[in-house]
Every structure is written in C-alpha cells, then in structure tokens.
C-alpha cells in the first residue's frame, strides 16, 4: 500500500485547511486509514481515524469538534477537514492504514502498517 499526503500549509489563528491521503496498492486489504501528527519535540499522536466500509470516525479529545475526517471510496482518499486551527495544531501530519479490525487499537501508532509521508501544517498566531 502506498499513500501520498498533501494539503499542508501556513494558516493564521481560526483558519481552516484540508488534508488529503491518497492510497494505492491493497486497497482491499485496509481497514482503517489514520491521521496522526507530531508536533516539534513531541512523539506521534493520534488525531482521526475513519474505518473504510462503515465509515465509523474516531477522534483525539483535542481536535474533536474542530476535525473531521472522511473517506471517497471512488477516489481512494482520506481527508481531514481542519477548522478553528490553533498554534497548538502545528505539527507534520501523516496518513496511515491498517488492517486491524479492532477499534481499541485504532488510536495506537503500532497499528497502522503503511504510512505516507507528512504534510506541515503551521499555524500562526
């Protein structure tokens, strides 16, 4: 499987932007795809998930409310709709999937077997 994300960029305080993850490959074989981020000086951390099929979404406390994450079968894309953007949401943001159908594990970095490559987001105050 491989995944390409994009979407980065510099926003000011309460600006929006929208990441995409496009993957190709195994399609069939990815479950969940995940957006996760790591800030300067900070280990990955989860931020969404989305599971393929039902499109059931899991978010991180922190972000819930302000991201959403959605999936376009036809275009084998994962977005992340970001809105109300802080200074504390700068970060690289990457895409993963996984064929883990156990949500308990879907916030877990260890899950996802496939990574894409990460996209800056920076948030200006």
């Known amino acids: 499987v491989q995944l390409q994300a994009s979407g980065g960029g510099l926003v000011q305080t309460g600006g929006s932007l929208t990441l995409s993850c496009v993957f190709s490959?195994?399609?069939?074989?990815?479950?969940?795809m995940g957006w996760f981020r790591q800030r300067p000086g900070k280990e990955r951390e989860f931020v969404a998930a989305?599971?393929?099929?039902?499109?059931?979404?899991f978010y991180a406390d922190s972000v819930k409310g302000r991201f959403a994450i959605s999936r376009d079968s036809a275009k084998n894309t994962v977005y992340l709709q970001m809105n109300s953007l802080e200074p504390e949401d700068t970060a690289v943001y990457s895409c993963?999937?996984?064929?883990?159908?156990?949500?308990?594990?879907?916030?877990?970095?260890?899950?996802?077997?496939?990574w894409g490559q990460g996209t800056q987001v920076t948030v200006s105050s």
């Open positions: 993963g999937s996984s064929e883990n159908r156990d949500e308990y594990y879907y916030r877990l970095v260890y899950t996802y077997d496939f």
């Open positions: 490959g195994r399609t069939f074989s990815s479950i969940v």
């Open positions: 989305v599971t393929w099929n039902a499109g059931r979404t």
